[in-house]
């Protein structure tokens, strides 16, 4: 079946310790994007990929850094910059950059201790 | 970035009870979307709204596009237990390429 992958679905990480979060998708999805949520809040974009080698970014990109190599892959890594990494990441995609039927992954809790 | 006014925030009912929800926006929207997200997992899409005054169904959810294009509404009927989650709208104002969501409403069924 098609889908989007995130892993782990758990993760702590130390402070000033950066972390990749893995987003992978088999839908043939040209579009993908990350998004952060936090309690009480909606979801807020952090990166976003129209086109594979492509991305820009999001509402709260700082301390955040993506890749898009390929086309099933949306890594995003969180750095020690970012001042207050717990939260819940969400990934998603599209099949274009204009089609709003976004399917998402099941999320990462990432939690800094 | 800009961000939508859903409410309410929470609502705890019993099942069986009819549920509404809206979500407003300072400027004109041409796209409004709904979601539900269960726990631990991530949002599904319920309902797409593409035309002023528009009104869609899915099974017992209906939504509506508000005629001034700054609001949407979605309203479950004879909610179950299943109902239980979060709901968020969506959508993308004139000027902006970028989706922008809802702070979500929280539903609760008391069975």
């Known amino acids: 079946d098609g889908g989007i992958t995130q892993s782990p679905k758990y993760l702590f990480r130390k402070e000033g310790q950066n972390v990749t979060l893995s987003c992978e998708q088999n839908l043939n999805h040209d579009a993908m994007y990350w998004y952060r949520q936090d309690p009480g809040q909606g979801l807020r974009l952090i990166y976003y990929s129209q086109i594979v080698n492509d991305f820009q970014k999001g509402d709260i990109a700082e301390g955040y850094s993506v890749s898009r190599e390929k086309k099933e892959s949306f890594p995003l890594t969180v750095t020690s910059a970012q001042k207050n990494p717990t939260a819940f990441y969400l990934c998603?995609?599209?099949?274009?950059?204009?089609?709003?039927?976004?399917?998402f992954g099941s999320g990462t809790r990432l939690t800094v201790v | 970035g800009q961000q939508l006014n859903q409410s309410p925030q929470s609502m705890f009912i019993q099942e069986g009870e009819d549920v509404s929800m809206n979500c407003t926006s300072s400027s004109i929207f041409n796209t409004w979307l709904w979601y539900k997200q269960e726990p631990g997992e991530g949002p599904v899409l319920l309902i797409a709204?593409?035309?002023?005054?528009e009104l869609t169904s899915n099974g017992r959810l209906t939504a509506q596009f508000g005629i001034t294009r700054k609001d949407s509404f979605l309203n479950i009927s004879a909610s179950i237990p299943s109902d239980v989650g979060i709901y968020f709208c969506a959508g993308r104002d004139q000027g902006a390429q970028k989706l922008v969501f809802g702070q979500g409403t929280r539903l609760t069924i008391n069975p």
């Open positions: 998603a995609s599209s099949i274009r950059w204009t089609d709003y039927g976004y399917t």
């Open positions: 709204l593409y035309k002023a005054g």
